[in-house]
């Protein structure tokens, strides 16, 4: 079962502008993690956040965790047509397995 | 090619028939997942290996499906006597220290 809602479900933006998806979660974590995933295709590794940390950035990306709230947001800076994707949060607790939530399809415009 | 390889990359098949799926990790990796993907939905976990044991299997890994990694390489996802609703992508993952896990390109499955 998907372990939360990822918000918003679909976003459409011009390239350059910023783009903020957020992630709720339903039970305690290791770490929460970002992936993309280009139509059809498999998932690529974006970023990931332990569970003791609150902001994290690499490249155009920054992450923040809350685990008061159990969520977390994803940043994607200067947006560029390639960002074009499903995003997806996950969900790593101790036993290794990551449960992935249902995805942000962002599609940006030339 | 060092990343995750999966075969066949589509399968069509009959309903009641059986498939077979590989997956070839990461060589160094002794971590191998696999999850199924329906259309608009986060993946979701099926189960996993370290090494050549299987540590943990969801509930939606029904009887008809059966995983195994005999000597803590590459993977087989068996589904006997397919049904309609098997129709899915399913992805294979690997990882060496349990946290990021790189996927493969998954394996498309389409039961008529």
């Known amino acids: 079962s998907q372990q939360g809602e990822e918000d918003p479900q679909a976003l459409s933006i011009q390239e350059g502008e910023n783009a903020t998806m957020n992630c709720s979660y339903k039970?305690?974590?290791?770490?929460l993690q970002w992936y993309r995933q280009n139509s059809g295709r498999g998932l690529v590794h974006l970023i990931l956040?332990?569970?003791?940390?609150r902001e994290k950035h690499s490249g155009r990306l920054r992450v923040t965790l809350d685990t008061s709230k159990k969520s977390s947001s994803l940043l994607i800076t200067a947006s560029r047509a390639a960002d074009t994707a499903s995003y997806f949060c996950a969900t790593g607790d101790n036993t290794d397995k990551l449960i992935f939530g249902t995805g942000t399809r962002l599609q940006v415009f030339p | 090619d060092t990343g995750v390889s999966q075969d066949p990359r589509h399968k069509i098949t009959k309903r009641g028939q059986n498939v077979t799926f590989r997956c070839d990790p990461i060589s160094e990796h002794n971590r191998l997942y696999w999850y199924r993907q329906t259309l608009g939905q986060g993946p979701e976990f099926l189960t996993y290996f370290q090494n050549e044991a299987q540590l943990e299997k969801s509930r939606l890994l029904s009887d008809r499906f059966s995983a195994e990694r005999p000597k803590g390489s590459f993977s087989t996802l068996e589904i006997q006597r397919t049904e309609q609703g098997d129709s899915a992508m399913y992805l294979c993952a690997s990882s060496s220290r349990g946290d990021e896990q790189f996927f493969g390109p998954g394996t498309r499955l389409t039961v008529l």
């Open positions: 956040i332990r569970s003791n940390e």
């Open positions: 039970t305690s974590i290791n770490n």
